[in-house]
């Protein structure tokens, strides 16, 4: 059974760093996508970034060069660094595992497995 399980959330303050990690478990495919999502008080989930089986990256043009997204495949464990942290950057952070079919998407709905979300608080 698949299993994308999060830590490392918390608090700090603007300006600060934080890194989010995602154990992902049994999940098999050769040719995935690995997203971030976050949901901020109040409003809709919104994509982050994505890395996929090739390497490649995207992120939303508001954390560009501000976030980073990796891959330990010996840990399978997904990272998400996050420097230059703005108080808009909180939110629930998730990650969200889906095929690689023709590309990764930065819609929800082409991800087929989730983890639980993790807070991330960033203050002024």
């Known amino acids: 059974q698949v299993q994308l399980v999060e830590s490392g959330g918390g608090s700090v303050q603007a300006g600060g760093s934080l890194r989010v990690s995602c154990v992902v478990a049994a999940y098999s495919s050769s040719s995935y996508c690995m997203g971030w999502f976050r949901q901020a008080p109040g409003k809709g989930r919104e994509w982050v970034g994505y890395?996929?089986?090739?390497?490649?990256?995207s992120y939303t043009n508001s954390v560009v060069g501000r976030f980073a997204i990796s891959l330990d495949d010996s840990r399978n464990t997904l990272y998400l660094q996050m420097n230059s942290l703005k108080p808009e950057d909180t939110g629930m952070y998730y990650c969200?595992?889906?095929?690689?079919?023709?590309?990764?998407?930065?819609?929800?709905?082409?991800?087929?497995?989730w983890g639980q979300g993790i807070q991330v608080t960033v203050s002024s």
């Open positions: 890395i996929h089986s090739a390497g490649g990256s």
């Open positions: 969200a595992a889906g095929p690689r079919n023709g590309g990764c998407s930065t819609i929800e709905g082409r991800y087929n497995f």
